[in-house]
């Protein structure tokens, strides 16, 4: 499978925005999926995930309630909805999959998508 991050922008503090990301190639709903970010001279850190069924999601503790993570699989989407955005939401996102059910760990990713940048002004 393949990935494409979109939907990254400029924001004001307190805005809200919604990423996409579109899967090509074989069968979408095996795989787990995640969305991670980074920062300028940070390392890339997890964010959200979602089962294949979309029954069970994961949230790092910063977007908790604020974040939203989502997948289509006939349409073959993942989303990841964001709300009340703040200055230190800023970096580029990426969608990942995994073969994992569900997984917080940046290495047991094996495909990535490129990402999209999210600039959140204050």
């Known amino acids: 499978v393949q990935l494409q991050a979109s939907g990254g922008g400029l924001v004001q503090a307190g805005d809200s925005l919604r990423l996409s990301c579109a899967a090509s190639g074989r069968p979408f709903g095996t795989y787990g999926l995640g969305w991670f970010r980074q920062a300028p001279g940070k390392e890339r850190e997890f964010v959200s995930a979602i089962t294949w069924s979309g029954g069970r999601t994961y949230y790092t503790d910063s977007v908790k309630g604020r974040f939203a993570i989502s997948r289509d699989n006939e349409r073959k989407m993942l989303y990841l909805q964001m709300s009340s955005l703040k200055p230190e939401d800023t970096a580029v996102y990426f969608c990942?999959?995994?073969?994992?059910?569900?997984?917080?760990?940046?290495?047991?990713?094996?495909?990535w998508g490129l990402g999209t940048q999210v600039t959140v002004s204050s």
């Open positions: 990942a999959a995994t073969l994992k059910v569900i997984s917080k760990v940046k290495d047991e990713y094996s495909i």
